[in-house]
């Protein structure tokens, strides 16, 4: 126990010492003190506007535009946002060996910037910091596009083969990145203990990876500011904010 951090974090900071191989598993909670808003806390970009469907993207150009335009008006945000805390804490377990992979929801490429490995991190939603184009995988960057955007109205086609170009992300509706799938499986089936912060744990396949850590033996621990789907089956949950918490679990 420790009066000083709490009893909650103190638990955590026991469990990560414990612990011989950790997963973290990290969702739009970790990156809101970094300025980037989440989808489902109160005042959520969901709140706001309904997702774009990969299949109406893919079909309608009218659509596409305006999933460059809701892009673009967030370029500020994701362009000024820098590793916050919590994604600090995350690069010291890594970096001391504690951790072996990060698991990511995000596309904001804050773990990266934070100095955990390419290598490490697993991105099973995808990226917004690039674009890639949809029929032959062609990487783009999104200067060139937002400017033939501003001149034209419209995103400019792939340079190779004249697909259409999207964001690296994945889409509701767009098939799940198959070897990033594979690479998280393969972690959180070696890990002992698994860690999600900041995730509802709503969105599936994502959310079968804490499940799928339980069942296999692995503690669960899950720091999040709202109840979230597994909190019944986590072995620890902390419902505070995950750059303070996660400083001082890590700082123990
Ligand atoms: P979510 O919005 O469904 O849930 C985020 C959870 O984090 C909420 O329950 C909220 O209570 C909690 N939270 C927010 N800030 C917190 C803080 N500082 N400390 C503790 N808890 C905090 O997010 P999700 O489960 O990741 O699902 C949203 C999907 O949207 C993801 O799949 C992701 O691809 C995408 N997304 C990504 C970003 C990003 O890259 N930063 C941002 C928004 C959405
Ligand atoms: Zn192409």
Redesign the pocket.
């Known amino acids: 126990m420790n009066a000083a951090i709490g009893d909650e974090t103190a638990g955590l900071a026991a469990m990560l010492a414990e612990a011989r191989r950790v997963v973290v598993f990290t969702?739009?909670?970790i990156?809101?003190?970094s300025g980037?808003?989440?989808?489902?806390?109160p005042g959520?970009?969901w709140t706001r506007m309904a997702p774009i469907d990969f299949q109406d993207f893919v079909a309608s150009a009218e659509m596409r535009r305006e999933a460059w335009r809701r892009r673009f008006a967030m370029e500020e945000s994701f362009a000024a946002a820098r590793p916050n805390a919590g994604h600090m804490a995350v690069a010291s377990l890594v970096a001391r060996g504690k951790a072996s992979h990060v698991i990511t929801?995000?596309?904001?490429n804050l773990h990266q910037d934070s100095g955990v490995p390419d290598d490490k991190v697993i991105e099973i939603?995808g990226n917004t910091r690039y674009a890639k184009c949809l029929d032959c995988g062609t990487r783009m960057e999104l200067a060139p596009i937002r400017a033939h955007f501003e001149a034209h109205g419209d995103p400019p086609d792939c340079a190779a083969c004249g697909g259409i170009v999207k964001t690296a992300t994945i889409s509701f509706g767009q098939a799940m990145p198959e070897l990033e799938m594979a690479r998280a499986q393969a972690a959180t089936l070696a890990a002992d203990l698994f860690l999600v912060l900041?995730?509802?744990?709503?969105?599936y396949p994502?959310a079968g990876f804490p499940l799928m850590a339980r069942r296999n033996g692995a503690r669960l621990v899950i720091?999040?500011?709202?109840p979230?789907d597994q909190d019944e089956i986590a072995s620890l949950v902390i419902r505070r904010?995950?750059?303070e918490t996660m400083a001082a679990a890590v700082a123990q």
């Not at 980037?36 to 806390?41: K, T």
């Not at 720091?223 to 709202?226: I, L």
């Open positions: 969702g739009a909670g990156s809101t003190e980037i808003p989440d989808f489902r806390s959520g970009i929801q995000n596309i904001d939603h900041g995730s509802s744990l709503v969105v994502a720091v999040n500011r709202e979230t904010s995950i750059g």
